[in-house]
């Protein structure tokens, strides 16, 4: 019965030192902020189209790699899909970055208006962030508003073309030139986009944009191929510490183009843990798979605790 005891006790001991070593979430002070969306217009005759990308971040310095979706957009305004334009979207469901980015809205033919759905976003220990909202307008194929025939042209029109924002992982101010994230746009209508325009370059004090050769410099309003957009690479200046930014455009295959959008690069002088969310460096990929993994501080103190316990029962014994 003694026995008994002492195993049951320390089995007690050794679970509860291998909840803390797990670094159970104290999710006090931890704020994640899920990002409000406003997609470009769409027309309500096209059929399911990209919508934009899903984003938040975090305060707790884990990364945001997960979004559930808490409400969708009404019946009578359209259906939200997966990337494949079949599968819809449910309440409740959660979605890697990777799912979401490809996530479809296909109007409701008719329908005039603004359609909307709720998301939050999710860190690797589970932590739900704040509510944000995506708006989706839609009009009519006969609104005056929809004027695609010309992009912006310099002359203010509307467009349906949407480039997209991007903040690259963090960089060493001491590394040569490297690949940076690949540009990206969508057209509301359906329509391809295969090229992006240049329209402004990071400060010289910051570093250089390179094509993917790593020595021919890009220019301003230089129009780069989609395949050479994602071959660029950035030469940041060493002992530059900072934001280096470069603004440009996407244009579809009708030559529409996008807004203009804003790449931005943080150099660094030493990398420490980033909170930015970006998919490069999350732990999990899939919300439902993730679990605790044990730090190097919790395994050392299980082990110091578990062995005292041990020593202490075998002194009692002789």
């Given at each position: 019965?003694?026995?008994?005891?002492?195993?049951?006790?320390?089995?007690?001991?050794?679970?509860?030192?291998?909840?803390?070593?797990?670094?159970?979430?104290?999710?006090?002070?931890?704020t994640i902020t899920t990002d409000d969306k406003t997609n470009n217009e769409l027309v309500n005759s096209v059929d399911a189209t990209d919508i934009v990308d899903l984003s938040a971040s975090t305060t707790s310095g884990l990364?945001?790699?997960?979004?559930?979706?808490?409400?969708?957009?009404?019946?009578e305004s359209g259906v939200l899909y997966m990337a494949d334009g079949v599968t819809k979207v449910e309440v409740n469901q959660n979605l890697t970055r990777d799912e979401t980015d490809g996530l479809k809205f296909d109007p409701?033919?008719?329908f005039v208006g603004n359609s909307s759905f709720t998301y939050t976003g999710i860190d690797v220990n589970e932590n739900e962030g704040t509510l944000a909202t995506v708006t989706l307008p839609i009009i009519s194929e006969n609104s005056d508003?929809?004027?695609?025939t010309g992009g912006d042209?310099?002359?203010?029109?509307?467009?349906?073309?949407?480039?997209?924002?991007?903040?690259?992982?963090?960089m060493l101010n001491t590394l040569p030139a490297v690949d940076i994230l690949n540009l990206s746009g969508k057209d509301a209508n359906g329509v391809a986009v295969d090229n992006f325009i240049i329209k402004s370059l990071p400060d010289a004090q910051s570093g250089v944009l390179y094509m993917a050769d790593a020595t021919t410099a890009v220019t301003v309003n230089q129009n780069l191929t989609r395949d050479e957009a994602d071959g660029l690479k950035f030469d940041p200046a060493e002992g530059y510490v900072g934001d280096a930014q470069f603004n440009y455009e996407a244009v579809d295959v009708n030559g529409n183009l996008g807004n203009a959008a804003t790449v931005t690069i943080p150099v660094v002088s030493t990398l420490?843990?980033?909170?930015?969310?970006?998919?490069?460096?999350?732990?999990?990929?899939d919300y439902n798979e993730s679990i605790p993994v044990l730090n190097n501080f919790g395994i050392l103190l299980m082990m110091v605790i578990t062995s005292l316990f041990g020593l202490f029962f075998a002194r009692k014994e002789i």
């Open positions: 019965m003694k026995i008994f005891k002492k195993s049951l006790l320390a089995m007690i001991l050794f679970s509860s030192t291998l909840l803390f070593a797990t670094g159970t979430t104290d999710t006090t002070g931890v990364h945001v790699c997960n979004f559930r979706i808490k409400s969708l957009p009404s019946p409701k033919e008719g508003n929809n004027d695609t042209g310099g002359n203010g029109g509307s467009t349906s073309v949407i480039t997209d924002d991007k903040v690259n992982p963090k420490t843990p980033d909170n930015n969310g970006s998919a490069e460096d999350c732990v999990c990929e």
